[in-house]
């Protein structure tokens, strides 16, 4: 019945086994409850939810186990018992072959013995193929493991290779951007001196316009006209041409430096787009990680951090955009001064050599002229206010961005308060327990002199005490010296009586010689009497002394008790305080750490709106280089119809020039050109001083990029530490899930 039972039982795993899913299934993150619970919930507390998982899986394991093991007793127990029945029906047909002669009435008897011996044996086979089966089966799942492992090995190899190539390109777009960054600078350069070249050419026009209105102030009295001559017409019509073949140049100039910015901006966002798909790689593996609180908390902190570091490097290269539309428009201001001038230049000296001999021609033409320039006039108003509404537009954009960069700017600035207030708090904190330390020591070292100080009272009030029993002795020997000394004195009064009787007896007897023994003896007695009076009066003093002595001993000894209760009570006092000032800051510590949790509530918030306000920063960017493109070719388009216009104007009115001019706006063109010269050169060291500024923002920002390589690469030994938990906890959860799914 037992092996009918095992047989079951191997029947039933085996199917299951063929039922249950693999090792492969069972790493997914998607249906294994509690890495799923431990990826996707950050903020829950790591150690709360594996205990209960890990304590199931412990006791499965245990029970796995026992079954295991009383399945393997039990078929270690019907081996032994067949082995055993085999082994006495060995004896039986040795017993039958020897008796086969005596017993052939008992051939039944063997014949149904040997078919119980051959059902064994079938069992026993049986039994015998179901353990092979489980080897099998074991050596199939120790295979799988080892193949799982080999795969998430490589696996991991692979991701690292990809964060090393991904690390030499982000190396390879950095320098990329780097000599971008350097050729702009250059292009600035030539245009600043572009600028400062044609400089000259604003004072021209200036003197131009002085010589149009005094060419109107003649034109007043003069009343001729005059047609244009063919060849003049011809003259100018190819400087016409000369200056659109010059203008086409200076499109195309502008055309190569808007491509090259658009292939920057191109580089830049590629860089953006790559920094994105390595953060949400880093995601990913946090997610998937999922190690410690303090770990995620940390890398929070890096990607604040990091999203800070990107911030300034869009707002550092909006500024760099922004300088290089500036450069743009000088550089079309500088172009446009430059044709104007050398249109000027040609017209005056043309107008020089032929004014005199073609004033009375083009009286007859004065008033066609003044017509043609009111009509110029009022064109150039007309596109004078569609420039002012185009820069309006282009105004409002930028206010408009400027906004948006003052709201994030804001939201950091309150992030970073936050944090200085937590810092503060925490370091007030420690300040307080700082002290409360220094108050107990303090107190330690005063209950120290109080103890110190009641053992030395004790020991002076045991002195007092003894030198009073002394002097209690003292005066109980001074008083029996003091009785010894009556009774001598009436002794000596006796003695005294008896010598005068003696001496009347002697006179009588003539005893002399035992009276004057007696009378030395009685002096002798009495001069010790008198040394031991001596001797217990100087005791006396003594023991005076010592009184005084120990009263000023007690008296200092109450002053230094009172002092120190005072100090007692004042470090209770003191003590009280700090235990007050302990429970305000626990409470601030709470109010801080609920203060904390809305903070990282709100972070995370904020992270989502940073992603949605780099999306909008995208989307603004590319409508403003739409529209800056549309304003740009709009304002070339008006400018060279203004160009057309002045120069036609100014043709128009260099017919009227007189011959000669005066030596005195000859002065006031010298003049005016040495200011001019004085202007440039405070314009070259500003310049210059800008330049140097550039130079210290360029070395900024590559000491930012060199902190942001540091970054990534502290970022990637993090994620290869990571990594190698992965496969630690993807190979344990692997064993735990074989060892479960072997029964």
Known sequence: MSLER???????????????????????????????????????????????????????????????????????????????????????????????????????????????????????????????????????????????????????????????????LKAQEISELATTQRAAWCADDRARRQLLQNRQGDVIIQQLRTNIELIKKCAASDHAAADLDGKERQVKLSELKATEGEMAGVKKEAKLLHSRWDNALLKLLKVDVELADVVSKREETEKKIAVAKREATKLREEQCIESEHNWKRGHAVNQALDRSQETENRILIAKEHLDEVLEAQKATEAATAETVAKLQQHEAARKDAERHIEELLIQKQRITAAYDTLETKFSNLLEADCEVESSLQATQQELRTAKIATVEKTAQIADLETDILKLQAALQVCQRKLEAINTNVDQAEIDVHADLMHLEAIQQQIDGVLHTLEQRTRELQLLNMRKQEREEAEQKDNCTDTLNAEIQRLRKELSATEDGRRAAQANWSQAQERLLVNSQRHFQLTQTLADAEKKSKETSTTHNRVLESIKESEMDILQLKKKLESLQKEISQLDFGLNDMSKLETIIENDLTSQQTQHSTKLNALRIACRSKETKIVTALNRYTKASTDTTTVDIRLKEIAAQKKAQSIQIEENKKVLKGGNKKANELHGQAAGLRRKLSAVHKRRNTAAVLLQKAAVASAIDNSDRYIK
């Open 6 to 168: 095992n047989e079951e039982r191997v029947v039933e795993g085996t199917e299951g086994l063929l039922h249950k899913p693999t090792v492969e299934t069972l790493l997914q993150p998607e249906k294994h409850c509690p890495v799923d619970l431990i990826t996707h919930q950050h903020n829950m507390d790591v150690d709360t939810l594996l205990k209960p998982a890990c304590d199931e899986i412990k006791a499965q394991l245990r029970r796995l186990k026992q079954r295991l093991l009383n399945d393997y007793r039990e078929a270690d127990a019907t081996l032994q018992a067949a082995k055993k029945r085999r082994n006495d029906l060995g004896d039986l047909l040795s017993q039958l072959q020897d008796t086969k002669y005596h017993q052939e009435q008992k051939n039944a008897n063997l014949d149904c013995a040997l078919q119980d011996f051959e059902t064994f044996e079938n069992e026993a086979s049986k039994e015998l193929a179901v353990l092979q089966r489980e080897g099998e089966a074991e050596a199939a799942l120790t295979a799988l493991k080892r193949a799982r492992i080999e795969s998430l090995q490589l696996e991991l190899g692979r991701l690292t290779s990809k964060l090393h190539h991904s690390e030499g």
